[in-house]
Nanobody, 122 residues
């Protein structure tokens, strides 16, 4: 069973920075793809950023140039450096781990953390 946990949320003023981290454990996979999503109050959960299995990164247009996603594949850790934060970035941030499961590495599943709250004041 894959377990996912996020760390690093908090409250900062607009223009500030936060760094989120996510740790995946369980070691029942042969490959992972990790990403960040967020959900504001009364809003749908939305994609923020991903590190693809080939190591390339993709971002939502709303965070491009301000957020940076990075990953330590050896330790199954994911980070999200968030700079120039805006009030509209306020949300619960979730780490999603898409895992291809052992032993055949054919079955794949999504695992979500419980989220970490980011609150940006104007």
């Amino acid at each position: 069973q894959v377990q996912v946990e996020e760390f690093g949320g908090g409250s900062v003023q607009a223009g500030g920075s936060l760094r989120l981290s996510c740790a995946a454990s369980g070691y029942t996979w042969c490959r992972l793809e990790m990403s960040w999503y967020r959900q504001g109050i009364g809003k749908e959960r939305e994609f923020v950023a991903v590190v693809d299995s080939d190591g390339s990164t993709r971002y939502a247009d709303s965070v491009k140039g301000r957020f940076t996603i990075s990953q330590d594949k050896h330790n199954n850790t994911l980070w999200l450096q968030m700079n120039s934060l805006k009030p509209e970035d306020t949300a619960m941030y979730y780490c999603k781990t898409h895992a291809w499961l052992l032993p055949e590495c054919v079955t794949d599943m999504d695992y979500w953390g419980k989220g970490t709250l980011v609150s940006i004041s104007s």
